[in-house]
């Protein structure tokens, strides 16, 4: 039998996690024998791609799985998902990321959906799983995804450009292609954030259904450390503006473009960062060190939460400048070949 659905997982350095998501895979109430796994190694050097075939021999955590590992150089998440559709010929593909737990019933949900729906981008529920640590960083999450679960669950709004998330996300090989797959640029290096709203912005130009599936879900075991989470922050401000430079009329769904409606404190920081970078970030040191004493600590809270969104409007301010930098560096490389 033909495999009906592809599961495509990218991963960087993050072998553990790895194991337990194909262990959920390879528990699904879906045969094995209907779908198909591809696993990208994005760069990674913690032996995930020894791990995962490993996994799935004879006897392994997730035995049975018809699986693929592939391995690159750490290109980014948007490359590896776009290689491993391209590895794969199953007329489906999930993309989950790698620490995502799946539920058991997690393909057929996904499968069940696109039958009764064709062509349409399915989206599923991403909740926090028991397993991550405690702190304000969980409990922010956890809010998150208790806010966008009531948002999307609401038929009668659409689905906003900015919750068009890998992290779960299904679609026919033919939408995918059509579309073009993800945008290589906005994760080049390997650095975060923007491929997949980029994708869903180019969805709903092309009119493409994106709607949400409750039943399928995904649990997120979330063991950032604070010092990644500020690098990907700082990321997504210079993704947010290489997006709004390509296209422009998504400017004021993104968050560049929402600056208004921030908080009094984090209007400000974001302000005085875009006037004052390096200065803003050096009044700032002793909180973001405080910051990642606290994740480390395990501490939660409202006085940290707050904190913590003011650290955020900082860090993506100074990706917006990051990417306005590199843009002034591009067009100045441009013109001196212009008059070479």
Same mark, same amino acid.
């Given at each position: 039998m033909s495999a009906e659905l592809a599961v495509?997982?990218?991963?960087?350095?993050?072998?553990?996690?790895?194991?337990?998501?194909?262990?959920?895979?390879?528990?699904?109430?879906?045969? /094995?024998?209907?779908?198909?796994?591809?696993?990208?190694?994005?760069?990674?050097?913690?032996?995930?791609?020894?791990?995962?075939?490993?996994?799935?021999?004879?006897?392994?955590?997730?035995?049975?799985?018809?699986?693929?590992?592939?391995?690159?150089?750490?290109?980014?998440?948007?490359?590896?998902?776009?290689?491993?559709?391209?590895?794969?010929?199953? /007329?489906?593909?999930?993309?989950?990321?790698?620490?995502?737990?799946?539920?058991?019933?997690?393909?057929?949900?996904?499968?069940?959906?696109?039958?009764?729906?064709?062509?349409?981008?399915?989206?599923?529920?991403? /909740?926090?799983?028991?397993?991550?640590?405690?702190?304000?960083?969980?409990?922010?999450?956890?809010?998150?995804?208790?806010?966008?679960?009531?948002?999307?669950?609401?038929?009668?709004?659409?689905?906003?450009?900015?919750?068009?998330?890998?992290?779960?996300?299904?679609?026919?090989?033919?939408?995918f292609h059509r579309l073009g797959g993800f945008d290589v640029r906005f994760t080049a290096g390997g650095t975060f954030g923007g491929e997949d709203i980029e994708f869903g912005w180019r969805t709903r130009r092309l009119g493409i259904p994106v709607v949400y599936e409750p039943r399928a879900v995904t649990r997120q075991i979330y063991r950032k450390t604070f010092r990644a989470l500020c690098r990907n922050i700082r990321d997504a401000g210079a993704a947010d503006a290489l997006m709004a430079a390509k296209h422009p009329e998504i400017r004021a769904e993104l968050p560049l473009g929402q600056v208004e409606t921030l908080s009094a404190w984090r209007r400000r920081t974001h302000q005085a960062t875009r006037r004052a970078p390096r200065l803003t970030a050096l009044a700032l040191a002793p909180a973001l060190a405080a910051l990642e004493a606290a994740a480390r600590l395990g501490l939660g809270g409202d006085l940290w939460e707050k904190l913590h969104g003011v650290a955020r409007a900082h860090l993506y301010a100074r990706g917006m400048q990051d990417a306005a930098v590199e843009a002034a560096a591009l067009a100045a490389a441009a013109s001196g070949s212009r008059t070479a």
């Open positions: 495509v997982i990218p991963t960087h350095q993050r072998r553990e996690l790895l194991l337990r998501v194909l262990a959920a895979v390879a528990a699904q109430t879906l045969p /094995p024998t209907r779908f198909q796994v591809v696993v990208v190694c994005d760069g990674c050097s913690d032996g995930s791609p020894e791990a995962a075939r490993q996994a799935a021999a004879p006897g392994g955590a997730a035995a049975g799985l018809d699986l693929t590992v592939m391995e690159q150089p750490n290109s980014g998440a948007a490359t590896a998902r776009n290689r491993g559709a391209a590895a794969c010929d199953a /007329p489906l593909l999930l993309f989950i990321d790698d620490d995502m737990i799946a539920a058991p019933d997690l393909a057929e949900a996904h499968l069940t959906h696109h039958r009764s729906r064709p062509g349409s981008v399915v989206l599923g529920a991403m /909740p926090v799983h028991p397993d991550s640590p405690p702190g304000y960083l969980t409990e922010g999450l956890r809010r998150w995804a208790d806010r966008r679960h009531a948002l999307l669950s609401d038929p009668a709004r659409p689905v906003p450009t900015d919750e068009v998330l890998t992290g779960q996300m299904s679609m026919s090989r033919e939408t």
